[in-house]
């Protein structure tokens, strides 16, 4: 039986992105930032899809938000770039350095950048906290 | 009694289980008429069976570590034994084999979305068919 899909995406997303950029360093969470979190950070979580049903097998089309977290909107934008620099069009048919393994069980065959996330939160003492990201695609067949 | 709803069928072109690429198979059969009126004061036109064919319509995923090995099955104008199956192979299910002749061929076309990439396959009966669904043949 293979992997749960969402789950070895989860996994090997925060793989790629722990560590990529001093920006946000390993302050990679999925689902939810824990309280302890200090600014900047990368949030990921599930927005939509699952099985593609492409082909009889197994296959998965997910969709991701992946956004960054600051209360510098110079910083959230760089961050949320430097996200899609890692990130779109870097499946395994796009690219010979592709930059997701689902392993063992996936393969992320594409990844597609698409609908801008962005979102101001006022907190008090007139403190903004910017949220900028994406959605993106990831298309998985099976190995 | 439930319908039958399943994506699993048996689908062999050439001696080849392509049963895993397939996105859509149809089989189209069809028996041309044949005017047989006759007679003084005949009002309507009588018909008579002709001879039958079949048309096909096979859609087959683009899996790049297997394309090499069933691309060749699909060539336009090329004469395949098919097999196919609705309910699977089963002892005992309908099942159809015939020497097909492949039509065309639409496909691969990718486009910017990043869909599905696919393999329409148009064919057509080339032969009597070995086993006949339609009249009753089985696995």
């Known amino acids: 039986m293979a992997e749960r899909a969402l789950w070895a995406l989860y996994q090997g997303l925060f793989t790629t992105l722990n560590g990529a950029n001093s920006l946000w360093g390993d302050q990679v969470y999925p689902d939810a930032a824990p309280a302890w979190a200090g600014q900047d950070y990368l949030l990921y979580f599930w927005t939509g899809g699952g099985e593609a049903n492409?082909?009889?097998e197994q296959d998965a089309r997910i969709t991701l938000t992946i956004k960054a977290v600051?209360?510098?909107l110079e910083d959230a934008m760089k961050m949320a770039a430097a996200v899609a620099a890692l990130l779109n069009d870097k499946g395994t048919q796009e690219t010979t350095t592709p930059a997701v393994s689902a392993a063992p069980d996936w393969l992320v065959t594409a990844i597609t950048q698409g609908r801008i996330v962005h979102l101001l939160e006022k907190f008090s003492d007139a403190v903004n906290v910017y949220h900028e990201g994406n959605s993106y695609e990831f298309i998985m067949g099976l190995a | 009694m439930p319908a039958h709803n399943s994506n699993k069928v048996y689908l062999v072109l050439d001696s080849m289980d392509v049963s895993g690429f397939m996105t859509e198979v149809g089989i189209k059969p069809s028996n041309t008429d044949v005017d047989i009126s006759a007679g003084a004061g005949l009002e309507h036109e009588q018909t008579g069976a002709g001879l039958d064919s079949t048309s096909w319509d096979i859609s087959l995923a683009y899996f790049p570590e297997a394309v090499a090995d069933y691309i060749t099955k699909i060539r336009h104008g090329a004469l395949v034994m098919a097999i196919y199956g609705p309910e699977m192979n089963v002892p005992g299910k309908p099942k159809h084999q015939q020497l097909i002749k492949i039509s065309s061929i639409d496909g691969p076309k990718l486009d910017?979305?990043?869909?599905?990439?696919?393999?329409?396959?148009?064919?057509?009966?080339?032969?009597?068919?070995?086993?006949d669904?339609?009249?009753g043949g089985t696995f």
């Open chain 1, 54 to 56: 492409d082909v009889v």
């Open chain 1, 70 to 72: 600051s209360d510098s």
């Open chain 2, 112 to 131: 910017v979305k990043k869909g599905a990439v696919m393999f329409k396959v148009s064919a057509k009966g080339a032969d009597t068919p070995v086993v």
């Open chain 2, 133 to 135: 669904m339609f009249r």
